[in-house]
Each structure stands twice: as structure tokens, then as C-alpha cells.
């Protein structure tokens, strides 16, 4: 789970050794790009940005160029890959935008901030495209005190909430969405109906889920990280809760960031901190891809910033 103090001071997060990544649901199909988001570190304030690379890491490009001082994050492929939503954040709220793939026609989806009363601004985050491409799930942060998960049309012109929560994600037929929500001693995966009726819990107790899930696309499983903050391991469950198997095995409390898996559920791309590129005293994550069952890890980005929150679109 990425917590408020890090949305705020995201660049200064990154710089001691990175943050939390994020990513979306994968509808099923075939392969195409990977989004990700790039903390460009050079002249403070630092900003972050969203970028499009194949899945070997050619052909990157910058989409979004956020001003210094603000994040642009948590890149979600719409289903026809037309358009990437994603987070805008700045020193108080974020709210969410959408952009084309090729960095044209910025939109901006949640409401502007009324400048008369500040203190109505929505602070929007992370948002998923539902499978038709009808809908966005995503979370809002009510006075910096408590998260619930939003569900509105495309536009986000007519928004309901579903229960407290965060980080939501759809599963394949758009019937049901995953998200993360605290517990008393922790927090977990829940699975609710997508009228917000039948939520329930997931994983066990001694198993703490943060980051965002992501269902495969053929609906069977539901990635997740378990660790403490955007340090652990990934894993995987079904959606009943059975079936717990873990993909990575890294040792210690190591920076781990969930991604997504790819359109035709043969692949998973993440971000680690090990095997990563990485200024001198630094511990910055960098882009991999893997098989869904863990193995053949391989780099896609390789670069000193830090790169995470991949989310792998479809072919066009």
C-alpha cells in the first residue's frame, strides 16, 4: 500500500531509496507496450512521469511531462488500448487523467479544485479501467484520514462509492473487483461484487497484502505483494482465497513493486530493486518481466532513476 506520507513526498522517497508501485488490471489478449512511471532525478524538486516501452525495454518514450514538484503515476491501459489513465499528484490532492499512447489529447477526469473552498478538492488515486473500457474504479482519500473505493463511468461523471478500501482492481468479466483494505493488526485482499454486496476477505491473517492486485486474465488467480510497505514478495491466490503460491523469493525485506500480468496471462512484469541499476548509496527499483510462474526474470528498464508501477498494455 502506498500511504499518504509518500504521495506527498514522493520525490524525496525516491531519492532515499524509492517507493511503492502500483499497477492495474490486465485484460486478456495479445501483448503489447508496458506504462510504467519514471522519477526523473536530477534537479530537485523532482517530478515523476509516465513512459511506454516494449517489453524488452526498446522503444521508450515519455507521455506525460509533470512539472517540477508533481508525480504522474500508476499508468492503467484502457482495453482497446487507446487511452492510459493515470494519477496526477501535487503537494495537496491527485486526481486522475487519461492520455493517448502517443502523449496527445491530455484529459483531466476528476473535478477541478473549486478555488472559492479548497477544502472540497477530490483527491483521487489509481484508477481501473473496468473490461469494456465503460467504467474506472479507483480510490479517493477523504480529508488525508480514511480511503474508499470510488466506482464512476469512464469520464467519472457520475461517481458512487462501494465501501472503505483501497487500490481496486476489476477481474476479467467485471462481476467482481480485488482490493486492499486494513484490518485491526494489518491489512488484506477482499473481493466484493461490483454493487459493493459480498465483500470478503481473502487472505489470511499473518500474510499482510499491499500494493495493488492484479487479476489474470483468465480470472483464475490475483497477484498480489505481502511484506511490510513496498518490501516483501510476490505471490499469488485464487479468488476464493485457496491455492496460495509464491512467485519471487527474494530474502529479507527487499523493495518489490507488483506490476501486472501480461494480456495472454504467460507473463508478469514488476519491479525490483535487485539486479537494478542504481546510483552510488541509492536502492532504486527498475522494470522486469517474468514467466507467471516466477521464473526467467529479465530486465526491461535499466536506467539510474526509479522505474515502477508497470502495468503491461494490449497489442494495437
Known amino acids: 500500500m502506498i500511504p499518504r506520507t509518500i504521495l506527498l513526498g514522493a520525490a524525496a522517497v525516491a531519492v532515499a531509496g524509492g517507493a511503492a508501485g502500483i499497477s492495474q488490471a490486465t485484460p486478456p489478449g495479445k501483448n503489447g507496450k508496458i506504462a510504467l512511471q519514471r522519477y526523473e532525478l536530477h534537479d530537485a524538486p523532482y517530478a515523476a512521469h509516465i513512459v511506454v516501452a516494449n517489453s524488452d525495454g526498446s522503444g521508450q518514450h515519455t507521455l506525460t511531462h509533470a512539472s517540477p514538484g508533481n508525480v504522474d503515476g500508476e499508468p492503467e491501459w484502457a482495453p482497446d488500448g487507446s ?67 470510488m466506482v464512476g463511468d469512464a469520464q ?56 495493488q492486485p492484479d487479476w489474470s486474465p483468465d480470472g483464475s488467480r490475483i497477484l498480489f505483494l505481502s511484506g511490510r510497505a513496498d518490501h516483501g514478495n510476490l505471490f499469488t491466490v485464487a479468488p476464493e482465497g485457496t491455492g496460495l503460491r509464491q512467485l519471487t523469493h527474494y530474502k529479507k525485506l527487499t523493495r518489490v513493486g507488483v506490476g501486472s500480468y501480461s494480456p495472454d496471462g504467460q507473463s508478469i512484469v514488476f519491479s525490483t530493486v535487485v539486479g537494478a541499476v542504481n546510483p ?37
Request: net charge positive.
Open 280 to 316: 552510488p548509496g541509492a536502492t532504486l527499483t527498475d522494470v522486469f518481466v517474468m514467466t507467471s510462474d516466477g521464473t526467467d526474470i529479465r530486465p526491461v528498464t535499466r536506467a539510474r532513476n526509479w522505474d515502477g508501477s508497470a502495468d503491461w498494455g494490449p497489442a494495437r
Open 83 to 149: 487511452r492510459i489513465a493515470f494519477e496526477r499528484c501535487g503537494t495537496a490532492v491527485c486526481g486522475i487523467y487519461t492520455v493517448r499512447p502517443s502523449g496527445r489529447d491530455l484529459r483531466r477526469l476528476t473535478a477541478r479544485c473549486p478555488r472559492t473552498r479548497p477544502g472540497l478538492c477530490k483527491d483521487d488515486h489509481a484508477p481501473a479501467y473496468s473490461p469494456d473500457g465503460r467504467h474506472i474504479a479507483f480510490w479517493r482519500l477523504h480529508h488525508g484520514k480514511y480511503a474508499t473505493v
Open 156 to 211: 467519472l461523471k457520475h461517481v458512487h462509492r462501494l465501501g472503505p478500501g483501497f487500490l481496486p482492481t476489476w477481474s476479467p468479466d467485471g462481476k467482481r473487483l480485488v482490493f486492499v483494505a486494513k484490518t485491526k493488526t494489518s491489512q488484506a485482499l477482499y473481493v466484493t461484487n461490483a454493487d459493493g454486496s459480498g465483500r470478503h476477505r481473502i487472505t489470511r491473517s499473518g500474510l499482510p497484502a499491499g500494493d
